[in-house]
């Protein structure tokens, strides 16, 4: 490597092979400072160097030379400390999922920025590069070997990386590095329309038990009778108790008990339920013990077996698909989850208290008001609703 020295050996010169341009260092500020002048001939690349040297000087006299930890360094340590603290407490697909938000599309535009340099300003002009067409679009081949033209990221997805965001920014913070977190929020976002979570009707419901029953009682290929069987009982049993997916995925056999309610006098099944809020109790409707029933029946488990060892993820799509039940009127797709919101939908169209369905669904109340309750018509009260003033008529007054 040649090298050159200049200004008193204050600035130093270099170029890594013969031919190339020069670049120019110089140690300020308690940190190593660097640039490239563009130039291949030394004496240009000297008046560039000591421009250079001389603009860092005069921001350094004026305190507008910034020094301190890069974003680099804060979202090395945030991805320590997570990894570390949150273990055992999130899923290692959810931690996975800040740092390639960081690899994928924070550190390159962040990563050399000192942590005070990142402004609302820089934030912003942040969302604006992110929703902007690059000049030399990264075109994406599909499986036909045809190419999809470039879109805009999602708003959620947006979103997601200013929330990664702020948690390296909040790192720096406690650790020093940072006075005061800058404001993320977005100046043009205007309020959001409350959506519903995509659920079944009574008659679709109807029409997906009927169907998942008949593919039961009839597979197509021997084999995987049990597996049919298994998902028919796993919808029954879903739709009557208004568990979550990976709460039912951790359920075994000693967590069930059949007992006859103390207060409506049915049988049904009461759950010790583990999952992502902890241990809590669930108390199921009288049309889950049956499904529960024939799984005793047909697999006679040991009290530490999966009541739903196996997935039934590819099955239950076909069967929406068969029967054009994968996607609801408003587009959105039906998963798993969606028997759990027709558990709470079906509750609420029957007059249940709204607290006690939140307590046995282990979520709260606004919840339930801003996802379920607000697209159900039985949930407003006409007698409420429509008051009419009475029709008697004012007797005038004699002067």
């Not at 307590?359 to 919840?367: A, G």
């Not at 949930?379 to 003033?389: A, C, E, F, Q, Y």
Request: charged share 35%; net charge positive; hydrophobic share 30%.
């Amino acid at each position: 490597m040649e090298i050159h020295r200049i200004l008193g050996n204050k600035v130093r010169l270099y170029r890594r092979k013969e031919g190339g341009a020069w670049h120019c260092s110089t140690y300020m500020k308690g940190r190593e400072w660097r640039k490239s002048t563009k130039e291949r001939l030394l004496p240009k690349a000297k008046d560039v160097a000591e421009g250079w040297y001389l603009e860092l000087r005069g921001k350094d006299r004026f305190g507008e030379l910034l020094s301190g930890k890069t974003f680099a360094q804060a979202a090395q340590k945030f991805e320590t400390e997570y990894e570390a603290i949150t273990l055992g407490r999130r899923s290692p697909k959810w931690v996975q999922g800040h740092k390639d938000r960081i690899r994928l599309h924070l550190m390159p535009y962040f990563g050399k920025k000192i942590i005070s340099e990142i402004s609302a300003g820089a934030v912003q002009d942040y969302r604006v590069h992110r929703m902007t067409e690059p000049v030399i679009s990264n075109e994406i081949i599909d499986d036909g070997g045809q190419k999809k033209p470039w879109k805009p990221p999602a708003r959620n997805t947006i979103h997601n990386e200013i929330v990664t965001l702020s948690m390296v920014l909040k790192t720096a913070k406690r650790h020093g590095w940072l006075e005061q977190l800058p404001d993320l929020s977005d100046p043009y976002r205007r309020q959001s329309k409350v959506e519903h979570r995509p659920w079944f009707t009574p008659k679709e419901y109807k029409q997906l038990y009927e169907a998942t029953r008949k593919n039961a009682a009839e597979p197509k290929n021997k084999r995987f009778k049990w597996h049919a069987e298994q998902l028919h009982d796993f919808i029954l049993i879903m739709a009557n108790t208004g568990l979550r997916p990976d709460e039912v995925k951790l359920l075994e056999y000693r967590d069930v008990e059949i007992v006859d309610d103390d207060f409506s006098g049915d049988r049904i099944l009461e759950i010790e339920v583990r999952g992502k809020r902890g241990v809590g109790y669930c108390k199921s409707m009288p049309g889950a013990v049956r499904p529960y029933e024939r799984m005793l029946e047909r697999n006679d488990p040991e009290p530490t077996d999966r009541l739903f060892p196996n997935e039934f993820k590819k099955m239950f799509n076909n069967i929406l698909l068969d029967n054009n039940l994968k996607f609801d009127r408003h587009g959105k797709a039906r998963t798993a989850y969606s028997l759990r919101h027709s558990y709470i939908c079906f509750r609420l169209l029957e007059g249940a208290d709204i607290y006690q369905v939140a307590k046995n669904c282990r979520t709260s109340v606004e919840m339930i008001e801003k996802h379920y309750a607000a697209h159900l018509k039985d949930m407003i009260d006409t007698s409420l609703v429509n008051v009419r003033k009475s029709s008697t008529t004012k007797q005038k007054k004699p002067r």
